[in-house]
């Protein structure tokens, strides 16, 4: 099924699998316009962190810097109208799924204005209307729920499907393997992305897991899967891209598992004892956003000097969405008890 | 005698009974290198090595699950769930599996299971992260529920729970960890302070305040500003032990103040000061003046937003608003 592609010019990813190079197809807007995403992710995080060094977040906040392609690829792989699923490092796929700046922004400050209404914070970020059906504070809490909704999709017909974002921690999870094969047997329309970015907090995949790949995994489930190099935005897009017709042919799930590292401390407090400078660097050399515009430089479909109005767009969008966010006000106490129920 | 935070206290119970039992084990998650997400085993890696402080994957529901059967095998584990709200994801094994373990094998069979886990808000980390579940566990029997309030009792009561062979859910408070406040002179040697027992952290004849974690705290902040201001005298009383409840303590307070306030920080409804509250009204309705009361957390999740989570859990003056209503006065 997956060798035989028709394309002129197959694209063959890290793992030797050779699939369709939809990349190629796509018009440079878009191209540009994923770059575009990236820079807001990257500058969105930036500005957390510097909100957190000054002490206006209350709560703890899960960056996503280093991480970026897998969330833009992924996410500009499926339409509009199909759902995703998130987990506490969040705010990338939320971002890349074409959430408002000011308004996340404002969650993260607690403020009325804000996703949640100040209710959820980073880690609760929600936008069902676009078809973000959550961030999660709990490591695996959200892979049910992204079955869930691909049943619906099957039930309903409604040609949607869905991409259910999780890190490497939550694949051991015992909700995994219980969606997982749900899906398989029922043949849901649903891309479970597992996120490997070596960690799930301070415990490395080589001491939480006794398989080279993640994706290794399909075979208990009888269902396709690979490993991608998640900081490279185009096999991350073609791999995605790959999978989302065979799932709304009603041949899904798919399991994928994505490459990729996460550059700052696991959350708001972290020494980062259990990993080296060392390591850091060799992974910040492969900066998928450095990686992503060289390409498009290469292939001239942008400037040096676009891509850097580009980002300085990205920047001052996301000034003023920390802007929004500060002068928001706060949620009344009498709200507290609003939304418990429907 | 030197002075030790709650957290410290905390780990110096499970060193001194790893070094004494060498079936006395640890396992949870980020524990080793790491030291716990808060902390509390920070070094221990270093003292009894990674058999006995196993590092695990995220997968709670398996942590307890394996901590379960190896304490019915003769090990006696202490496992931490890193935050009391994944307790959740365990639970079949700690209400179906651990609790019942002994009473449907006809009393042939013992699970000394500890399992530790850092509950309460206040932090900012919002629903999933931040709740106070111990009336879920409280409800169980064959569980013995345990909830510290200060370093010394956290000591003597881990101690005490290590040693009893049932399975005890200890149940930390995240902003006791490290708080300056509740620094406490905490022998040296081990000892240890019975489950089932309450505690009065202060004396007086007004009124009585039984409190749980943190909120013990509170109770006592209140109660000395009552004091001072007001020359109103709290008794405030530690629940300590939720299961079993030592309700003795409360009923000899109020023969002498007729009142009684509870306090907890879950949300009111269903919370585990209904029970307390049922038994002095069945046991001490003749020494009471008034029905007994709750302040407690309302009936919500616990919201992120500052201003949101302090409407949601009860401070002290919440706490000192709620004493001088039961006394009629203002
Ligand atoms: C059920 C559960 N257990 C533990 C935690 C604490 N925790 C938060 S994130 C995390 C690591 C998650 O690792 P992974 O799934 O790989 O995601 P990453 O943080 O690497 O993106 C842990 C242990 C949690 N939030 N939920
Ligand atoms: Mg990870």
């Known amino acids: ?342 | 005698m030197r002075e030790l935070t709650y957290l410290e206290a905390i780990r110096e119970a499970m060193q001194q009974k790893m070094r004494e039992d060498s079936n006395v084990y640890l396992i949870g998650e980020d524990i080793a290198e790491y030291g716990g997400a808060f902390g509390v085993t920070v070094g221990m890696l270093e003292e009894f090595g990674k058999e006995r402080i196993i590092n695990t994957p995220i997968s709670e529901e398996a942590i307890i699950g394996v901590a379960t059967g190896s304490a019915v095998t003769g090990m006696r584990p202490i496992a931490e769930i890193m935050f009391s709200d994944f307790i959740t994801i365990a639970m079949d094994q700690i209400a179906n599996q651990a609790a019942k373990i002994r009473y449907m094998f006809g009393g042939k069979a013992k699970v000394p299971l500890v399992i530790r886990t850092a509950g309460g808000g206040g932090t900012g980390a919002a629903a999933q992260h931040s709740q106070s579940l111990e009336a879920l566990v409280a409800h169980i029997p064959g569980l013995k529920v345990v909830m510290p309030s200060c370093p010394y009792d956290a000591k003597g009561l881990l101690v005490s729970s290590i040693n009893d062979d049932n399975p005890v859910i200890f149940i930390e408070h995240k902003l006791l960890y490290n708080n300056k406040k509740c620094i406490q002179n905490v022998p040296r040697q081990m000892y240890e302070i019975p489950l089932g027992k309450g505690d009065v952290k202060r004396e007086g004849s007004d009124i009585s305040v039984a409190a749980t974690s943190y909120m013990v705290q509170k109770s006592l902040e209140a109660a000395e500003k009552l004091s001072q201001e007001k020359g109103i005298e709290c008794e405030v009383i530690d629940i300590r032990t939720l299961r079993p409840l030592d309700i003795d303590i409360i009923l000899d307070s109020i023969k002498k103040t007729g009142r009684l306030l509870c306090v907890e920080e879950a949300p009111i409804f269903g919370g585990f000061m209904g029970e307390v509250s049922a038994q002095v009204s069945e046991k001490g309705f003749n020494w009471l003046d008034a029905p007994v009361v709750r302040v407690a957390g309302r009936n919500c999740p616990v919201p992120y937003s500052l201003v949101l989570e302090q409407e949601m859990i009860p401070g002290a003056s919440r706490i000192e608003k709620g004493i001088l209503n039961l006394l009629n006065k203002t």
């Open chain 1, 1 to 342: 099924m997956c060798n035989d592609s028709k394309a002129k010019k197959p694209y063959i990813n890290i793992d030797g699998y050779r699939m369709e190079d939809k990349f190629s197809e796509l018009d440079d807007s878009i191209k540009i316009e994923m770059l575009r995403k990236m820079y807001e992710i990257r500058h969105f995080e930036n500005e957390t962190e510097q909100f957190i060094i000054r002490g206006m977040i209350h709560g703890t906040c899960h960056l996503y810097i280093g991480e970026e392609a897998t969330a833009v690829g992924a996410i500009y792989a499926i339409n509009d109208d199909d759902y995703i699923t998130s987990t506490h490092r969040g705010h990338g796929h939320c971002i890349a799924k074409g959430a408002d700046l000011n308004i996340m922004m404002a969650e993260l400050l607690g403020k009325k204005t804000g996703y949640c209404k100040g209710k959820g914070g980073s880690m609760h970020i929600a936008d069902v209307g676009s078809g973000n059906l959550g961030a999660n504070g709990v490591v695996g809490g959200s892979i049910g729920i992204a079955t869930g909704a691909a049943l619906t999709c099957k039930m309903k017909k409604n040609g949607k499907i869905v991409v259910c974002f999780f890190g490497d921690g939550a694949a051991n999870q015992g909700i995994f393997h219980g969606s997982i094969n749900m899906a398989s047997i029922w043949d849901l329309p649903i891309i479970y992305l597992c996120e490997n970015n070596v960690y799930g907090m301070s415990t490395s995949v080589k001491e939480a897991f006794n398989i080279e790949k993640i994706s290794d995994r399909k075979c208990a489930y009888g269902i396709e899967g690979l490993t991608i190099d998640g900081n490279n935005l185009v096999e991350v897009f073609n791999a995605v891209s790959h999978f989302t017709g065979e799932c709304r042919a009603g041949r899904g799930p798919v399991l994928i598992e994505s490459l990729t590292y996460r550059w700052m401390g696991h959350s708001k407090s972290d020494a980062q004892v259990y990993r080296t400078k060392e390591e850091i660097k060799q992974w910040v050399e492969r900066d998928p956003i450095e990686r992503y515009k060289k390409i498009l430089i290469d292939q001239k479909i942008l400037t040096e000097k676009e891509d850097r109005d580009l980002e300085k767009e990205a920047i001052s969008q996301i000034e003023e969405a920390a802007k929004f966010a500060r002068e928001s006000p706060f949620p009344e106490p009498s709200e507290v008890e609003d939304d418990v129920y429907a």
